[in-house]
């Protein structure tokens, strides 16, 4: 059973469109979050929640809204998508503790044209 | 400011020979660190953490890191690296404050050449 899953895997959409990628652990977690991959690779957080509460935030734009219905499920929906917006989106989830790292989802790669 | 330097962007090995990807953080207090490594297409899987205890840990698939305080270093090996090895290596340190984040470095590629 996977751990971490995320849909879609692969997205591609009109620049302006808006869409949604959905997340779902199953390892009991009570903190998920949302890291974008650049095309750089470089890996850098989005949001985190903590049992359906919003801990993280680190200066995205409200284009990007989180949406945790429950603390197994993390959403990301993005309004008006544009060029910029293209990278690979990763769900993770952890223990309370950062201690233990966290368990990602395997990407969904965003392509906005 | 919390930070993680991977000096290297690529490295090749030959398969069969040692590795060492350099890690260094920048962090006030006692780090949470970890590697993680990424093959192409993946999502990342956790190779090791360090949070105390034994400055020498060992991880899955043979890799070890070392963590050394007074240089702000926690460098990954692997005596002898093998073809499958190939792939994206990130170094992270787990901060406590503002809610639980990992901070990650650049990454380093390792190629592996027959």
């Known amino acids: 059973d996977t751990a971490v899953s995320q849909t879609p895997k692969y997205l591609v959409t009109q620049m302006g469109n808006d869409k949604s990628i959905k997340c779902e652990q199953n390892?009991?977690?009570?903190?998920m979050y949302w890291y974008k991959q650049d095309s750089k690779k470089f890996l850098k957080i989005m949001f985190s929640y903590n049992n359906k509460e919003l801990i993280i935030n680190e200066t995205v734009p409200n284009r990007f809204s989180p949406k945790s219905p429950d603390k197994a499920h993390l959403n990301l929906h993005i309004n008006s998508l544009e060029l910029g917006d293209s990278a690979v989106y990763f769900c993770a989830s952890s223990q309370d503790s950062v201690a233990w790292g966290y368990t990602f989802g395997s990407g969904t790669r965003l392509t906005v044209v | 400011a919390q930070s993680v330097t991977q000096p290297d962007i690529h490295i090749t090995v030959s398969e069969g020979a040692s590795l060492e990807l350099r890690c260094n953080y920048s962090?006030?207090?006692?780090?949470?660190l970890f590697w993680y490594v990424q093959s192409p297409g993946q999502g990342l899987q956790l190779l090791l953490k360090y949070f105390s205890g034994d400055t020498l840990v060992q991880g899955i698939k043979g890799f070890e890191a070392e963590f050394k305080r007074s240089q702000s270093s926690f460098n990954l090996r692997k005596p002898s690296v093998h073809w499958s090895d190939a792939a994206e290596y990130f170094c992270?340190?787990?901060?406590?404050?503002?809610?639980?984040?990992?901070?990650f470095g650049a990454g380093t590629i390792l190629r592996v050449k027959s």
């Open positions: 992270a340190v787990g901060i406590m404050e503002y809610g639980n984040k990992l901070v």
């Open positions: 962090y006030g207090a006692t780090p949470y």
């Open positions: 390892l009991g977690h009570d903190t």
